[in-house]
């Protein structure tokens, strides 16, 4: 048996020096509170958090992931891996992040069959688009939308400012 004595509890102190998470915790909380009721009322497929899929023989969760119908019949809810890959996928920046780091998912994401891989920076409010109809760095003024979820559109600055 391990000797419990030996381990302590983390103080307050400890935790406050941790990489933050709070913002992007927030950013990812504040989108599937908008997604989520948005896709179940039109059917439009699942919004998910944390998931993790099979993107070619690695088990990778996006922050916030949404596949569609047609893939409803593969989600195995036993399975911790889920064997497909979903339609969009989108990570939020976080300070233990590198750029180069994120952007090797997103190509990972799309090289394996996900349409759309957003990378949102609430620090820069910026986000990166890379999906089959373009490639695209957008600033807060521009939407976050996608063909994948029709009609939902929300201002990129408008969801930064909720953080």
């Avoid at 989520?36 to 944390?50: F, S």
């Avoid at 976080?94 to 394996?112: G, W």
């Amino acid at each position: 048996m391990k000797d419990m004595s030996a381990v302590r509890p983390l103080t307050i102190e400890d935790f406050e020096r941790l990489p933050a998470e709070l913002s992007h915790q927030s950013l990812r909380d504040e989108l599937i509170t908008m997604l989520l009721p948005y896709v179940t009322k039109h059917e439009l497929g699942r919004v998910i958090c944390g998931q993790d899929y099979d993107f070619g023989g690695n088990a990778l969760g996006p922050d916030l992931s949404f596949f569609g119908r047609e893939k409803l019949r593969l989600c195995e809810g036993k399975l911790r891996v889920q064997r497909f890959v979903p339609d969009l996928a989108i990570e939020i920046v976080s300070e233990n992040d590198t750029f180069a780091r994120l952007m090797k998912k997103a190509d990972l994401y799309r090289k394996c069959g996900t349409k759309e891989a957003w990378i949102l920076d609430a620090e820069t409010r910026t986000t990166f688009l890379f999906s089959e109809e373009r490639d695209a760095i957008l600033d807060e003024n521009q939407p976050f939308q996608s063909s994948l979820i029709p009609g939902f559109s929300v201002r990129i600055g408008d969801l930064f400012d909720r953080l």
